[in-house]
């Protein structure tokens, strides 16, 4: 089997070299362990604190059920059980599924890629940090019973000032922002990971499935989650500032949240959904050890899949009174979707059928979590169809269907891939036996708790009520529910107890492939990352080369050194995975934990109105973030053997560089921001005809002309500045400084101008929907011009100094595309606030 | 806190001889009917797939290592995992489809318009002349002639609920500043309980209804009566009841038509005595969980807009209680 | 040596649609428009030429399959802009909607697959060496910027002052019909051409994705709108006797869902070209049943 071949660096390797390497990832010791930023330490902080808010919420799940276990029952009190179930939502969804798939992709998705960590170690460790410091003030508000109440979907009005007054609202909308913005974060540092930090060789078609899913994910989460700040955006500026951007009788419109919810909360369920489709896709291979049947097929689904999210979300709106000819078209859309997940489903019967089946605990958790999920799809096909779900919308047949879906769909394959790579990052495996009963407890208590709610919901029982009379007979199905939540709880008590007795995360001596897998995550360095970087050929490295493990940890392959001093990966070309360059990464700081901790703590003294400390706090973050920033970008330098005959460069500037992408990815992100508070415009001006309403004079056309020209004369100056960078060593960069300074002045005039033409104009936020939706806009591209100013102050201070030249110039670069896109951005608006009014009048 | 619901509404109206049905199972109207038979369709060719994924798993985990067998080939997971459900979801499509024209037709059938506004946490309903004016008002509970489509136009004070009847047909939302409209046809004479199906607060569980089909000529007679004066109280008991209820500033948020309680906050209580619940759904009524209510209401229903008159003493509270039984 | 800019040599078909309606006289019930007929007719005939020079060679430069493919295009341009269609949308929302999703989706895609650009001569330098030059070209093979500058011509001309005023001024409507069918067509070929390279399938699908997502949502503001927002189509309700706000509703689903079908058909398409070749799967053993 073994063949003779040349391998990229000779064995045996020079002394010193591996020490060298070890020490440039050596984690620190003691409490600075937290200052680590290396994935697989950040990793596993994430995963843990995932799985704590799961059982959290779980609880809470308990209390509910312990409620309606009996009719007219009095266990909790009407306020609350509504918090309960809104904490219960909006813990599942936001701080546990969408963290957990994401602490999965950090966790294991470069070592299964071939990398020695993701591009952004430090976004990734501010995005966790930033999630644990605001996810765990957030379940705390329960205990100072200011938690949410309106439930997870908080749809105003009934969560606006008038029916909520006090904070929980704020704290909900404040909370759940800054935790999308955290994954907002994590997605950029993957969609690069996955695009960029392949290993050489490893192109697309032969990328694990898993890495094909967070690629999809992280896609979804640009596209989606952007909404989701916007409505929250919104609701807060209207509970604020009463911008009555929801309130019907000054223009606005209740649907609107709606609209902008759901565009993000339907993709959302195959954002959780789709990673763990692609877990389940990893797993099933090394069960029968046969490779995945389909792969395109399976590929080509979870694409389709994520696609074709995006057209649903009015699924959770036939009960608002949408127009009758609509209804065939949206049924057709939302059958559309089964056909992916069809494909899925089928393509790991295939794959089961054609390897040899070894019973294990994964195993266990997959065949249960197929059926639980094919039954949860048969019912959203149901629900598809407009007259069976008018009949069933926001009862427990919903109920039933969603639990079915996400619990088949995402939670038993994340226990099932908590069973299957533990081995993979702890000195003991799980035990096997525990698994198999805590898989078959699992499965029971959920057929037990959940499909008894279809009938409950067909016999009339709505959601979210606290109790029921007990004339209705809804009784006895009741109870079997919370008698299989027990059976649940038993289930999860049990897979705690394997935990503390088996978990032993390391880094050094980990138990191994003990399922004989044949993917990268498999290879044990005892580095936090590779030893060394392997060509792959296949899509199942270790399959296909029994001997591809130990030359990788002898040091055979490519980068067996650190070639700097720093830790290192190799970055590659996006679809064909040649290698590029060699990206230096950041060793552990506590930068990001500074920063992740005063964000969240002002957003959380926002929500207590303390402004004063909320913008100190908020001060603080902007400052650590700079400090970051300052050490990065360490500029260009000459190219380097990397072993087989490869010179790579180190750390590039211009089109290749990986920061470049990062950015395009970023600016995906502000556009589709912008985009929602576009469509915030217009879905009001449809529904409110009185646009501009009475009473509003035109706007100056000098003053937009002025706008104009500013936002034009930023661009030109940042251009321009990039024309007279100084070589490196010849002077400093006073003239470029002053051209990036001008620009960001001028962006910021553009914008100060604007607002003052509105004010002129009579214009007023809180006057109407309509001011409110103009005054969104402005000052939305205010807050960016502001934030580019900031970003730009650095750029000077780096030119100044001479961190920033003709050579070294990453950083320019980056912060060029992003005042190039804030200057278009400008104009769009301009057109919209401006020219809009004029020709619709 | 002390709970007073301890007879619940359904088991009240249970003892005075008729069950109200809230179950999509047991549809007693046009629409609830079809979504049956289509929810019955649904269902058996669910389990079949269902079926079938478990048949094809176990064949596929016992028969292991069958590589070039056709369960083994991205063939089969073409032809099961896109070809077939493209099928079968045509197939359902086109029923939808049929099914949402024949709910269509029936919409434009409706003669009688009832407008039913929802409030934190109890229905108004207005009953429509045919000009569009409100003919009368009353709360918490719809008759409707059997056999004949009447049509709902639906409207919030406040917050969004969600107007359901099981039996009858699907549920519209009540949304603020929108006007939705839903067709219900009962098909067989009862008393149909119906729900607030959107979250709306503290008290979105107590916001139930009766929907109650009668005969075309019962219905004619009661809506009739409906429309007129309240009766004049005529007991001792009573006349003291009417005279404490406006002592007691009742009137400033509920109206009694033909006496000066003109206020238009709570429900309409002209009629009240004719209802089968009070509070929305919450308890049976008689002169005693009346008397519960006035009295007590912030702990039967925490939050409410109405206040627990606890000041009132024995006697005052029990002529009110009366006086309102007896408005028939 | 043929990866020319694949818009080349379509400025021939992007006078199609401005003049037919320069031609189409109001209420003309048959609506067969010669000029426009003739001009797509020649731009048949131009590419037919093309494909005769070409097969002189030894390699056949476009096969056979393409050729119908253009062919195809031509006659769904035809259809779309000299038909009972074109009548009809004079006269209902809908049927104008099904038009223009004709007119951007399917007929320039089957145009281009045609590979039309590598028969008609390019119109634009080749070889300029001037950074204008340089930054235009880049530009017309950006999917990114093409479909920015298609999204700005569709939502543009769905503001109901320009549409209505498109539907009562001939010269307008050609000139809205124009910038349609141009910026789809630079769309398309932008899309297509970034697809042919492995690197570009990315961005390519990020432009068909972002025009999914906008297009849908155009359509969903349209469909949920409370009120008719083109008052020209609401007096043809008047006059006709149907309900304009479901007319309204009937274009803005269209828009949305089979439209939006079209493009989700084409992301899958590049998806798939993306995946690239599928190595065989792993088997541990030589096939066969144990």
């Known amino acids: ?841 | 806190m002390t709970r007073v619901r301890g007879l619940p509404a359904g088991l009240a109206l249970a003892l005075a001889g008729c069950t109200p049905i809230q179950s999509a199972l047991d549809p007693a109207g046009s629409n609830a009917g079809m979504v049956f038979d289509l929810g019955v369709a649904m269902t058996i060719g669910a389990t079949l797939v269902c079926v079938l994924v478990v048949v094809l798993a176990w064949r596929a985990v016992r028969r292991s290592r069958a590589e070039g067998a056709w369960l083994a080939s991205p063939r089969m997971v073409i032809a099961l995992g896109a070809v077939l459900p493209a099928v079968v979801l045509t197939a359902l499509l086109a029923y939808g489809f049929v099914l949402d024209r024949q709910l269509a037709a029936e919409e434009d059938r409706a003669a009688l318009t009832v407008r039913v506004t929802g409030e934190q946490w109890w229905w108004r309903v207005a009953y429509l002349a045919p000009d569009g004016s409100p003919a009368f008002e009353t709360a918490n509970e719809i008759r409707l002639p059997v056999g004949q489509p009447v049509r709902f136009e639906l409207e919030s004070a406040d917050v969004i609920h969600s107007f359901w009847v099981p039996a009858l047909g699907g549920k519209i939302d009540l949304i603020p500043g929108r006007t939705n409209t839903v067709t219900l046809l009962a098909e067989r004479e009862g008393i149909y309980r119906g729900q607030c199906a959107e979250f709306c607060g503290t008290q979105h569980a107590l916001m139930a209804f009766m929907a109650r089909a009668e005969t075309p000529e019962d219905f004619g007679a009661w809506f009739a009566a409906e429309g007129g004066d309240a009766r004049q109280p005529e007991t001792e008991e009573e006349v003291a009841g009417h005279g404490a209820f406006v002592a007691a500033g009742c009137g400033a948020c509920h109206a009694v038509r033909g006496t000066a309680a003109a206020g238009t906050i709570g429900p309409d209580l002209t009629h009240v005595g004719s209802r089968l619940t009070i509070a929305a759904g919450t308890l049976p009524n008689h002169a005693g969980t009346l008397a519960a209510w006035v009295t007590d209401a912030q702990a039967i229903k925490p939050g409410a807009r109405m206040p627990s008159f606890d000041e009132l003493d024995g006697p005052t509270l029990r002529s009110i209680a009366v006086y309102l039984a007896s408005l028939r | 040596m043929l990866r020319r800019i694949p818009i080349a040599g379509l400025g021939l078909l992007l006078a199609v649609p401005a003049l037919a309606h320069g031609a189409a006289t109001e209420g003309d019930a048959a609506s067969f428009d010669p000029f426009a007929g003739s001009i797509i007719v020649a731009a048949a005939l131009a590419y037919g030429v093309g494909l005769r020079r070409a097969a002189n060679g030894r390699r056949r430069l476009v096969p056979p399959l393409r050729a119908v493919s253009f062919m195809a295009g031509c006659a769904v341009f035809f259809a779309a802009l000299a038909s009972p269609l074109h009548s009809q949308a004079d006269l209902y929302l809908a049927a104008h909607m099904v038009q223009h999703i004709v007119l951007v989706t399917v007929a320039p895609l089957l145009v281009l697959v045609g590979r039309p650009d590598l028969l008609i001569l390019g119109v634009l330098p080749r070889r300029g060496r001037s950074s204008p030059a340089r930054f235009a070209r880049a530009a017309l093979r950006s999917p990114t910027i093409a479909a920015a500058a298609h999204g700005i011509a569709i939502w543009a001309w769905h503001a109901p002052p320009l549409f209505d005023a498109a539907l009562q001024n001939e010269a307008l409507h050609a000139l809205e019909h124009f910038s349609f069918v141009a910026t789809a067509l630079w769309f398309w070929a932008a899309v297509l051409a970034a697809t042919r390279r492995a690197s570009g399938r990315i961005e390519a699908l990020i432009a068909v994705l972002a025009t999914l997502i906008h297009g849908g949502i155009l359509g969903a503001l349209l469909a949920f709108s409370g009120r008719p927002l083109y008052p020209a189509y609401a007096d043809e309700a008047a006059l006709l006797g149907y309900a304009p706000l479901a007319d309204q509703q009937l274009a803005g689903l269209i828009m949305w869902v089979p439209g939006g079908a079209f493009y989700l058909a084409v992301g899958l398409w590049i998806a798939f070209r993306l995946i690239g070749q599928e190595t065989p799967p792993y088997s541990a053993a030589p096939s066969g049943k144990v």
């Open chain 1, 1 to 841: 089997m073994t063949a003779v071949r040349d391998l990229p660096n000779a064995l045996p390797r020079p002394p010193g070299e591996e020490e060298a390497l070890r020490r440039a990832w050596a984690a620190p010791k003691g409490i600075k362990v937290l200052s680590e930023i290396n994935n697989s330490y950040i990793g596993l902080y994430y995963v843990s604190t995932a799985v704590f808010f799961f059982i959290f919420a779980g609880i809470l799940a308990l209390l509910i059920r312990a409620q309606l276990a009996l009719p007219d029952s009095d266990v909790v009190s009407p306020d609350l059980y509504n918090q309960l179930f809104t904490m219960h939502g909006t813990v599942m969804m936001f701080l546990f599924a969408v963290p957990a798939v994401e602490a999965v992709g950090v966790l294991l998705l470069p070592n299964m890629l071939g990398a020695r960590d993701l591009p952004f170690p430090r976004l990734s460790a501010y995005a966790f940090w930033a999630y644990f410091i605001g996810g765990t003030a957030f379940l705390g508000s329960l205990f100072l019973d200011v938690a949410p109440r309106a439930g997870w979907f908080m749809y105003p009005p009934l969560s606006g000032m008038e029916f909520t007054p006090d904070i929980s609202a704020d704290l909900w909308l404040l909370g759940i922002g800054f935790i999308e913005i955290s994954a907002i974060a994590g997605a950029i540092e993957i969609i690069v990971g996955v695009l960029r930090t392949r290993a050489p060789g490893m192109t697309l078609g032969r990328m694990p499935v898993f890495g094909w899913a967070m690629l999809v994910f992280g896609a979804m989460i640009v596209f989606a989650f952007p909404s989701m700040i916007v409505a929250t955006l919104l609701l807060e500026l209207e509970r604020a500032f009463d911008w009555p951007f929801f309130i019907a009788e000054r223009g606005g419109d209740s649907l609107l949240w709606q609209h902008l919810f759901w565009f993000f909360g339907h993709p959302e369920v195959y954002i959780i959904f789709l990673p763990a489709a692609g877990m389940v896709s990893m797993m099933v291979p090394t069960i029968v050890r046969h490779g995945l049947v389909g792969y395109r097929l399976v590929v080509l689904a979870l694409s389709a899949t994520g696609l074709i999210s995006f057209g649903l979300w009015v699924h959770h709106m036939f009960a608002t009174g949408l127009p009758r000819i609509a209804m065939a078209f949206f049924s057709a859309a939302g059958m559309l979707v089964a056909i992916p997940s069809g494909i899925q489903v089928f393509a790991w019967i295939a794959t089961f059928a054609s390897g040899r089946f070894r019973p294990s605990a994964p195993a266990f958790f997959l065949l249960g979590a197929l059926l639980v999920f094919v039954i949860g799809g048969l019912t959203g096909v149901m629900v598809a169809i407009v007259p069976f779900d008018q009949q069933v919308h926001d009862t427990f047949f919903i109920v039933a269907h969603l639990h079915y879906v996400l619990i088949g769909g995402m939670v038993m394959p994340f226990l099932g891939a908590i069973y299957y790579w533990t081995p993979a990052v702890s000195r003991k495996a799980l035990s096997d036996r525990t698994g198999r009963i805590v898989a078959i407890l699992f499965f029971t208590g959920v057929n037990v708790t959940f499909l008894p709610m279809h009938l409950t919901g067909l016999v009339g029982m709505p959601r979210r009520v606290y109790t029921y009379p007990e004339a209705l007979g809804w009784g006895g199905l009741n109870l079997l529910s919370s008698l299989g939540a027990v059976i649940i709880a038993a289930s999860v008590l049990l897979f705690l107890v394997d935990l503390t007795r088996n978990f032993r995360p390391t880094m050094r001596k980990t138990a191994g492939n003990v399922y004989g897998a044949g993917t990268l995550e498999w290879v044990a360095t005892g580095i936090n990352g590779f030893r060394s970087i392997p060509r792959v050929e296949r899509r199942e490295p270790l399959w296909a080369d029994e001997t591809l493990a130990n030359e990788i940890e002898a040091g055979a392959w490519y980068l067996p050194n650190t070639a700097t001093g720093h830790r290192e990966t190799i970055v590659t070309s996006t679809v064909d995975a040649r290698p590029q360059y060699i990206l230096t990464l950041p060793g552990p700081g506590w930068s990001p934990v500074v920063a992740a901790l005063f964000t969240a703590a002002f957003f959380l003294l926002l929500t207590v109105k303390a402004t004063t400390i909320a913008a100190i706090c908020g001060l603080i973050a902007v400052a650590s973030i700079l400090v970051w920033m300052w050490g990065a970008d360490r500029g260009p330098r000459p190219a380097v053997p990397i072993g087989g005959g490869i010179n790579l460069p180190i750390d590039i500037a211009g089109r290749h560089s990986h920061a470049r992408l990062g950015t395009l990815v970023l600016m995906l992100v502000l556009s589709a921001i912008f985009a929602g508070l576009l469509f915030a415009y217009v879905y009001l001006w449809i529904t409110d005809a009185a646009w501009p309403p009475a009473g509003i004079a035109p706007t100056s056309a000098g003053g937009v002309a002025g706008s104009a020209l500013l936002l034009v004369a930023a661009a030109g100056l940042f251009l321009a500045a990039g024309r007279f960078l100084p070589r490196p060593g010849t002077g400093t960069g006073v003239l470029p400084s002053l051209g990036m300074g001008l620009s960001a002045i001028a962006l910021l005039a553009a914008s100060a101008l604007d607002i003052w033409n509105l004010a002129d104009a009579g214009v007023t936020p809180s006057g109407s929907a309509y001011g409110a939706a103009v005054f969104v806009i402005a000052s939305g591209q205010a807050l960016l011009a502001l934030a580019l100013a900031v970003v730009t102050g650095l750029l000077v201070a780096k030119a100044l100094v001479g961190r920033i030249n003709a050579e070294r110039r990453l950083s320019f670069e980056v912060g060029r595309l992003l005042v190039l896109y804030a200057a278009g951005q400008g104009l769009v608006a301009l057109v919209v606030i401006h020219l809009f009014p004029r020709i619709a009048a």
